[in-house]
């Protein structure tokens, strides 16, 4: 029998792939000491990855951020997408603190990584996730440093509100009207020459949204940099500490871990310090404008609690911004505009408002019914979209849509017999 003899290469052995190392960074304010740590915490992890020759170098992922969760942490959130797709092996952060303060949002991520067979490296804990009794050390760890976390919130809050109860006041920093020098609160001549004009052009009739587009026409910067818009200027409108006063604790952070402050309505006491900086403008011309304020308010129709006190209330949405539609009376007459429209004008949402009547007609219309029903109503229609001019499309709750046209009426329609008398009597009165 013939032999058969194969010939073969020299065996090569493979090489044990390298780890691809990462390494994430945080620091929790903006403040120029704070970004100079981020940029040494950048450097260290980068050359000790680096120096390592068993080791791949994946990147270091750096935040500045205020809070330890997910959502505010953008570079946080490339690392997981990162490791999703297998870009990384292993990750190396300082301590649980920076990586998450939160307990639930830690376990999640940590277990998410350990299924996609990457390690976190704690090095001020020493400990590596993928381990075995890994996550029972996070566990404990990560309860520990979460109330770490809400005791130092708790003593910050504690000091804030003892300054309130003194008096003293504190967040003037970016106030339109004033500047900060070596701790001393200062009125900047310029802005406070607009904050006047603000207060005198809103007693002498003009709305939010013209004062804001005079301001844009004048060249008035803010204090940020952002656009001027109705808004904006009511908010200068009602702040008293314009009158040198200050309404102390208006906000409060209700959660030390998302920092999110809350307007409070009661559930902490508020402190009214008076002389507390210099006046920009007086009393008097404070209080007349928020007796004008007050009644621009009543004119219109606004109430205070309106959330779905109309069947339309939060259903409306823009087809050119997205807004939801508020509801306005003028001369008695009630309609639906976009928000948009109202703070920043044509420029910004050139959506046309829908008379109120138009709605109801139309609402009964599409759901088969001789006069309008609320609860009906309510009960079918989920949406009323408005992808453009006179267009209505209802939303139901099953799922279909059906849109709706309607037809704006002519000015000879829409004169009452009121309107043509005193037309009639003005026309005579100027012969």
Known sequence: MERIITRTGPSVSLLPRRPRVAAYARVSSGKESMLHSLAAQVSYYSGLIQRRP??????????????????????????????????????ITKSISRFARNTVTLLETVREL??????????????????????????????????????????????VRKRFENGELAGLNFMFGYRIAKGKIEIDPEQAAAVRMIFDDYIGGMGGGRIAKKLIEMNVATVRGADWNSERVMEILRNEKYTGNALLQKKYVADHLTKKLVRNIGALPQYFAEGTHPAIIDTATFETTQAVMEERRRLCGAKSNTHNRYPFSGIIRCGSCGKKYKRKVKAGKAAWQCPTFLKEGKNACPAKQIPEAVLYLKGAEVLGQEEFDAKIFEKEI??????????????????????KVWQDRSRRESWTDEMRQLAREKAKGGR
């Not at 942490?73 to 292993?90: S, Y």
Request: with cysteine; proline share 2%; aromatic share 10%.
């Open 54 to 91: 068993d080791w791949e170098y994946a990147g270091v992922y750096a935040d500045e951020a205020l809070t330890g969760t997910k959502d505010s942490r953008p570079e946080f959130r490339r690392m997981l997408a990162d490791c999703r797709d297998g870009k990384v092996d292993m990750i």
């Open 114 to 159: 350990k299924s996609l067979a990457v390690d976190v490296y704690f090095e001020e804990q020493n400990i590596h996730s993928i381990s075995g009794d890994g996550e029972l050390m996070l566990t404990i760890l990560a309860s520990y440093a979460q109330a770490e976390s809400l005791s130092a919130s708790e003593n910050c809050k504690w000091r």
């Open 382 to 403: 989920k949406e009323i979209r408005v992808p453009e001019f006179n267009t209505l499309v209802f939303m139901f709750r099953d799922g279909h849509t059906e849109g």
